[in-house]
């Protein structure tokens, strides 16, 4: 059974710093990951997805890179502002049914 | 842009009645999802469906049932709501196979 773990829970960085949020899972067989965001009360917002195939995908400050054969990916966050507080989520595809399992999620702070 | 309503964002019902939770997409999905969200879980997916009228159980189906009568729409069905069934429910949806799920805003359920 696949199994998504993010440590730590929660993390408060001084505004501006680059920092680096990770993701661990169990079951090597993975056909995607990705990196959700979600915001107090509200629903997930998919950031970066990353093929099975691929090593990192970029999107603005943020950059996923994925080591299959570890088990493990990252997500790194230049230059974090007060705007980027909030939940990020891991979640792999993996599995006959293609199911998605998540990790519990960082909850980052960033002060101004 | 794909957008995935729900038809609730906050909701009180009483133990024992029965919930009907929908979610509708826009983009012409065969995939649709439901998860619930609680503190220290994580989402956990509680049914899927893969096409009009088809159904698959999750991790956690106890207590729920789905319909899915059209494309753009999957219901989520309490029989008898319970106190342990106070949770964030987000619905999702994602084309075939191994492709990102968008995620609607979530409904908060509180069974008291």
């Known amino acids: 059974k696949q199994e998504v773990t993010q440590i730590p829970a929660a993390l408060s960085v001084p505004e501006g710093e680059n920092l680096v949020l990770n993701c661990s899972f169990t079951d090597s067989a993975i056909y995607n990951l990705q990196w959700f965001r979600q915001d107090p009360g509200k629903g997930l917002t998919s950031l970066l997805l990353i093929q099975s195939s691929q090593r990192e995908q970029t999107s603005g400050r943020l950059n996923a890179s994925l080591d299959k054969s570890s088990g493990r990916s990252t997500l790194y966050i230049a230059a974090s502002q007060p705007g980027d507080s909030a939940t990020y989520l891991c979640a792999v595809i993996s599995g006959a049914n293609s199911k998605l399992t998540f990790g519990k999620g960082i909850t980052l702070s960033v002060r101004p | 842009d794909v957008k995935v309503t729900q038809s609730s964002r906050y909701l009180v019902k009483r133990t024992g009645e029965k919930v009907f939770l929908e979610c509708v997409q826009d983009m012409d999905h065969e995939n649709m999802f439901w998860y619930r969200q609680d503190p220290g879980l994580g989402l956990r997916l509680i049914y899927f469906s893969y096409d009009v009228k088809m159904k698959e159980k999750g991790d956690i189906p106890e207590g729920y049932s789905v319909s899915r009568e059209k494309k753009e729409r999957f219901s989520l069905i309490l029989e008898s709501a319970s106190t342990n069934q106070t949770s964030m429910y987000l619905c999702?949806?994602?084309?075939?196979?191994?492709?990102?799920?968008?995620f609607g805003p979530g409904t908060r359920l509180l069974v008291l």
């Open positions: 999702a949806s994602s084309l075939p196979g191994v492709e990102t799920q968008y």
